[in-house]
């Protein structure tokens, strides 16, 4: 069974930064992409920043400029760099593995950004 646990959230002021790591377990399976999301209170769950196996990443537009997510396919490891965090990058944040045939969540971890 893959296990992906995230790490890396908590509290912090508007303009500063955080780093969101995720590590996914239990498998030999080919991992296709790592992608992370996140769901803000009375909000649908959105993709934040996604990267390939092949190295192609994806973001939001309004996270473009501040966040950089980067992964290592054979550790099976996804860190999200956030800067110039706002007060609406206020969310939970879940990592999704992907394989071949299925993908996996994390149980996300809770970023708050006052103020």
């Known amino acids: 069974q893959v296990q992906v646990v995230e790490s890396g959230g908590g509290l912090v002021q508007a303009g500063g930064s955080l780093r969101l790591s995720c590590v996914a377990s239990g498998t030999t399976g080919s991992l296709k992409s790592i992608g992370w999301y996140r769901q803000a209170p009375g909000k649908q769950r959105e993709l934040v920043a996604g990267v390939s196996s092949g190295g192609t990443t994806t973001y939001l537009d309004s996270v473009k400029g501040r966040f950089t997510i980067s992964s290592d396919n054979a550790k099976s490891t996804a860190v999200l760099q956030m800067n110039s965090l706002k007060p609406e990058d206020t969310a939970v944040y879940y990592c999704?593995?992907?394989?071949?045939?299925?993908?996996?969540w994390g149980q996300g971890t809770q970023v708050i950004v006052s103020s």
């Open positions: 999704n593995a992907v394989y071949t045939f299925k993908s996996y």
